[in-house]
Antibody, heavy 117, light 107 residues
């Protein structure tokens, strides 16, 4: 069955780089787009970026200068890297699959990230 | 960017009630609107897509509608399992954007 699972450190120091991995199963990264969405505690959802089936990417302009999304199709993994982390980046980070039209039919469980020294 | 103005931010209703949650898009998004339900500590769950289409497995008590740039999620015959936060989401254009969420409490 379709599954997505985020992994990565739950604690990042200010100004450092966040690295997260989304490991997928039940579908191919060359057939479905995968997005990153984050949610500060008690707040709404923010779309961060997408890696398309062909491997190209698009980012939220508010994060574009700090964000990079890549993948390893052989390992069914999508990677998120975001630098210069600040307290405003404290959130739960989700990866999600879209269906073709860009709504999300499957989500990962999420990973909570805290920024603190 | 397309702004999605969601209301109310929170609401409380009783078992068996009917409730409606609204999202107003800042520009035309056609039917490119989905709704998600989120339980505490869980990831969002797709409920409605294409403004009015029920996702497989979602109870028929849930329905979506559109009037111009106003989109609504209606839940009939409320049950305790309907408690959570509901998010609208436009996927008409990038960047994809979400409403601010509606917290639904069942009294």
């Amino acid at each position: 069955q379709v599954q997505l699972k985020e992994s990565g450190p739950g604690l990042v120091q200010p100004s450092q780089t966040l690295s997260l991995t989304c490991t997928v199963s039940g579908f191919s990264l060359t057939s479905y787009n995968v997005h990153w969405v984050r949610q500060p505690t008690g707040k709404g959802l923010e779309w961060m970026g997408v890696i398309w089936t062909g491997g190209s990417t698009d980012y939220n302009s508010a994060l574009k200068s700090r964000l990079s999304i890549s993948r390893d199709t052989s390992k069914s993994q999508v990677f998120l890297k975001m630098n210069s982390l600040q307290t405003e980046d404290i959130a739960t980070y989700y990866c999600a699959r879209d269906t073709g039209p860009w709504y999300f039919d499957y989500w990962g469980q999420g990973v909570m990230v805290t920024v603190s020294s | 960017d397309i702004q999605m103005t969601q209301s109310p931010s929170s609401m409380s209703a009783s078992l068996g009630d009917t409730v409606t949650i609204n999202c107003l898009a800042s520009q035309d998004i056609g039917n490119y609107l989905s709704w998600y339900q989120q339980k505490p500590g869980k990831s969002p769950k797709l409920m409605i897509y294409g403004a009015t289409n029920l996702e497989d497995g979602v109870p028929s008590r849930f329905s979506g509608s559109r009037s111009g740039s106003d989109y609504s999620l209606t839940i009939n015959s409320l049950g305790y399992d309907d408690e959570g936060i509901y998010h609208c989401h436009q996927y008409y254009e990038y960047p994809l954007t979400f409403g601010s969420g509606t917290k639904l409490e069942i009294k």
